[in-house]
């Protein structure tokens, strides 16, 4: 059974699904950032600590929570690729200081998962 909603309070992150497992229902979020542009202070108070927050609500309940660099849409702009994995591994690197952990979340590059292309 799948209750499919957005979670008003941490909008930025995401959609959340409701996953039943046995009798009770757990979180499964996920959200992915465009891995072009320069990053700001904006990225950060509207995206990268609202990304904490729904990581602390998702997994306290042994929910899942998974947090994409999305690099293949930035292929659909003009781009260099030494820049594009430069700045792909720059917002995986700010998901992480900004308190992302991948030992509670999966944290990973669009790129890298062969079915998605």
Known sequence: MLDSR????????????????GDNLRMRVFSGIRASGDKTLGNYS????????????????????FFCVVDLHSITTPFEPDVLLETTLSVAAWLCATGL??????????SQVAAHA
Do not use: C, L, M, N
């Not at 995206?47 to 927050?53: D, E």
């Not at 952990?101 to 669009?110: G, L, N």
């Open 6 to 21: 957005f979670r008003g309070a941490h909008a930025p992150a995401g959609r959340a699904q409701y996953i039943a497992v």
């Open 46 to 65: 509207g995206g990268f600590r609202q990304y904490v927050a729904t990581q602390e609500e998702s997994t306290k309940g042994g929910g899942e929570a």
């Open 101 to 110: 952990d991948p030992a509670r979340s999966t944290v990973f590059a669009q």
